[in-house]
């Protein structure tokens, strides 16, 4: 199975040196962030992420997150704010920032999985500028993977958390006939938008529990023979996106019409039509969801979606 876009398990995040302070050498880059868009060079026909001595914006007292190892590099990352951007203007030249969904199949895996880890940590000191206990000021804590309370009667420390979800292909068997599987439906110029349903685990719940809740609130459907397929990481919403396929035992169903607003079966061989002649889009070529519609309609039929 290929690992999925935003996931590169061999990338060495050195945990060992989390909570070590050393002096900074050559060695040491750093990635930076501008309003969650990454700065990349514009290398003639190519962007190249830019990784800036971590000494250069020193000037500045960022308060930067160390990431792990890439090529004898130490990978750091931090978010400018709009005083940090002008204060080191002659350093950003050459380049923009860029939001790394929207450069698609522009990056390799490995260099998107880099960028998503960095926009999570980035992210997560934004929204833990306080105590979440008394209200406090914190400071970043184990080279930025932990926060800390400046309060000494509260000195609460905080870690970087994600919120599971599940995204799920909804499939009917017939005892005669193509495999069918349900889709989310919205309208777009060029006919629509395609994808599978999702929602976060909440308290209490297992994974298959959120599966059979999500299914019944989102189409009103019962899911049964549940089948875990593969994991994601989403830093876009914090999240960590867990996918399944669950079958149903008829074709029935009723959108909410709040978070789903149209759904529809298709076959395998419906997909490969539509989409080649440009009636349907699915899911954008970076996530989960394109990769359980693909895998689904690949499995059921002798063409490549």
Not at 141 to 166: D, L, R, V
Not at 185 to 196: E, F, P, Q, V
Request: charged share 25%; aromatic share 12%; net charge negative.
């Amino acid at each position: 199975m290929k690992k999925q876009y935003y996931s590169n398990p061999f990338f060495d995040r050195d945990i060992e040196n989390r909570r070590v302070s050393s002096t900074i050498s050559a060695n040491d880059v750093l990635i930076i962030s501008f309003q969650h868009k990454f700065y990349f060079f514009q290398e003639r026909k190519r962007k190249e992420l830019a990784l800036f001595p971590l000494e250069l914006f020193n000037q500045i007292s960022l308060n930067s997150s160390f990431l792990g190892v890439q090529k004898d590099k130490k990978i750091w990352t931090a978010e400018l704010t709009e005083a940090n951007v002008k204060s080191v203007s002659e350093i950003l030249k050459g380049g923009r920032f860029y939001d790394i969904r929207d450069l698609g199949g522009q990056l390799e895996n490995e260099e998107a999985a880099l960028l998503a880890y960095a926009l999570g940590i980035n992210k997560w000191h934004q929204i833990t500028r306080f105590c979440g206990a008394c209200g406090s000021d914190t400071k970043s804590w184990e080279n930025g993977h932990s926060k800390k309370c400046k309060n000494p009667k509260c000195a609460t420390i905080f870690y970087p958390q994600i919120s599971p979800a599940i995204i799920v292909l909804i499939e009917y068997k017939p005892k005669e006939g193509q495999s069918l599987c349900l889709l989310s439906k919205r309208k777009i110029d060029n006919g629509y938008m395609c994808s599978t349903f999702a929602g976060f685990v909440e308290i209490g719940e297992t994974l298959e529990d959120a599966v059979v809740r999500e299914m019944k609130e989102e189409v009103n459907v019962d899911v049964t023979n549940l089948r875990y397929v593969d994991s994601q990481p989403w830093s876009f919403s914090s999240s960590l996106m867990m996918g399944f396929v669950a079958e149903v035992e008829h074709t029935a169903f009723q959108v909410d019409g709040e978070e789903i607003k149209d759904a529809g079966w298709f076959s395998a061989e419906q997909l490969y039509e539509s989409v080649s002649k440009d009636e349907l889009t699915l899911s954008r070529p970076d996530s989960i969801a394109r990769f359980l519609i693909e895998t689904w309609a690949n499995n059921n039929i002798n063409k490549v979606l």
